[in-house]
């Protein structure tokens, strides 16, 4: 259902459900649980709508904390923030998650675990007087059925971590986000010995196609590859194909040509 609300300056979620409901019945983790649940959930949705957006330009501030309960209120740093917050609102709302990302969905999960920790405590969100939905013990929050795609690809990042009984390799990848691998022992051992730097993995990736999240990721091969400057980047392709350009007089003219 669309929500007929204009799109909120100032956003809040309110922890609420009788006396015992107030700010210092939560633990700072809890809070911080809450406020980056909310956060990743928002961005995740933002960026999903608006692709254009910059993530690192998406985020949210505590500007206030109601005592009667505990509201607390946030600044979104652009208008699409605002409207990802109705959007989840919404879902929450009619119990339907078709809309949002894996992430979003993610973080509602989380926001409700700290709920049900917390007797006859729900979770509302508010924009500006209205109540706009309710989370609570018993909201239903399920990924749907979004199926998947698989297919051959090669992911770049920086190797974060190596190990475990069942050998895994930490993935950092360009976007910010992290990623566990199960590997082999002998993918490990090779890659143990590229640690905090970037590789490029070749493999067999399977993807949501609601967010194009990575779901899992079966590795094959490590590419030859080594992160350099881009001065020495530039340099080295000169040296490889600049020969096939030495007669080219109006390089510009020549890019130009449709």
């Known amino acids: 259902m669309e929500l007929k609300i204009d799109i909120p300056s100032i956003i809040e979620f309110k922890l609420e459900g009788g006396p015992n409901i107030k700010p210092e019945a939560f633990k700072a983790r809890e809070i911080a649980t809450i406020i980056l649940s909310l956060e990743e959930s928002l ?64 973080g509602l999960k ?62 950092r990848q360009h976007n910010g986000e992290s990623l566990s691998i199960d590997v082999t022992e002998e993918i490990a051992r090779k890659v143990g010995s590229r640690l905090y730097t970037a590789v490029g993995l070749t493999g067999l990736a399977t993807w949501s196609p609601n967010d194009n999240k990575i779901l899992s990721f079966k590795v094959s091969g490590i590419l030859d590859y080594e992160e350099v400057p881009n001065i020495q980047a530039f340099s080295e392709l000169r040296n490889r194909v600049g020969k096939y350009w030495d007669e080219i007089e109006n390089i510009e003219q020549m890019l130009s040509l449709e």
């Open 43 to 106: 961005k995740a949705i933002a960026i999903k709508e608006n692709p254009e957006l910059d993530p690192e330009q998406l985020f949210i501030s505590l500007v206030h904390v109601k005592r009667e309960s505990n509201g607390l209120g946030f600044f979104p740093s652009v208008k699409q923030l605002g409207g990802a917050f109705l959007i989840l609102a919404s879902c929450v709302q009619d119990q339907s998650y078709e809309r949002l990302p894996l992430r979003a969905i993610e």
């Open 110 to 171: 989380d926001l409700q675990k700290i709920i049900i920790q917390k007797p006859n405590c729900v979770g509302s969100f508010v924009s500006g007087q209205e109540r706009i939905s309710q989370i609570k013990p018993s909201t239903k929050i399920e990924v749907p059925d979004y199926g998947h795609v698989t297919g051959e690809t090669v992911l770049y990042g920086v190797i974060q971590r190596v190990g475990g009984v069942v050998p895994k390799i930490f993935l």
